[in-house]
């Protein structure tokens, strides 16, 4: 959802998972609708050395990436422009955010966990829902 599973602006997905053009998010500068969190990674994952933005098909921002860095596809490197490495992070992220993921309120807290927003849960639910052909 976060990159139109990985095809966001004109991005594909290759046969390995490597998603092409990288896709990298709006600088999180305080502006309207956008968190403000300033540079944590002096622009070495998003090439921005002022402020934080979201990478990726699972759009990490570098703080949260370093933290739960993952190699879905077992290559041997971890990276957050593949999509099962981004997926598997996104997994392990939800699942230590939101307690029990079969309730509700587990579920609610591991997605707005990821984003602040009551409009992104509710678009998560009905991709969930769409998913599982309700």
Known sequence: MESVHGAYDGAEVDERGDVEPHITGV???GSEGVLEIPDTDEGELDG???WDRAVGPMQ???QTWQRYTADGNQDGEADVHNIDDAALAAATYLCDEGS???T???WNDA????NQSVQYANEVADYAEGYLGR
């Open 27 to 29: 600088p999180l500068d």
């Open 104 to 106: 509700d309120r587990g």
């Open 48 to 50: 921005d050395e002022e």
């Open 111 to 114: 997605v707005t966990a990821y």
């Open 100 to 102: 029990d993921l079969t």
């Open 60 to 62: 990490f921002i570098p």
